[in-house]
């Protein structure tokens, strides 16, 4: 069963902060594992003080659901999705801006950003995962 490596989670870091470099926001970027704990963050100067929070929320339910953190806004309230964040106490954020990531066709953690618009926050978190030379879908 392959895992996401911290080389790799350093890997997403690097694009991402490649990506932050044309942008004009400030973020925070997490990178978690298959279980939704944090492997690498990054907070970047001038960044909100909250985002440290919310990237890492987004990117945990990206990764107890297998996908895009925006998709799961509709069912947030379902009663499997709010067990589920009880569960997690409270730390899952079902809101765009993370994604999963893929290694050999099994998912293995997923990245969040907070800090800029929700595609903005998206679009870092697949810049870093793109970089990595994984996927964001199996």
């Known amino acids: 069963m392959p895992s996401l490596t911290l080389a790799e989670a350093e890997k997403i870091i690097e694009g991402a902060k490649a990506k932050l470099g044309t942008m004009s926001a400030k973020m925070c970027i997490a990178v978690v594992d298959a279980r939704g704990d944090l492997k ?8 909100p003080w909250r985002s440290v929070l919310i990237c890492q929320g987004k990117a945990a339910a990206s990764a107890a659901w297998l996908r895009p953190s925006g998709d ?16 997690l106490g409270g ?20 990245v969040g950003g907070s ?16 970089a990595a030379g994984l996927s964001t879908t199996a």
């Open 40 to 47: 690498a963050m990054i907070r970047q100067d001038g960044a």
């Open 72 to 87: 799961l806004t509709d069912n947030a309230q379902a009663p499997v999705s709010r067990g589920l964040m009880a569960m």
């Open 91 to 110: 730390r899952m954020i079902p809101g765009q801006g993370a994604l999963p990531v893929f290694k050999d066709g099994e998912m293995v953690g997923a």
């Open 115 to 130: 800090g800029g618009a929700s595609q903005e926050d998206e679009d870092v978190a697949r810049a870093g995962i793109e």
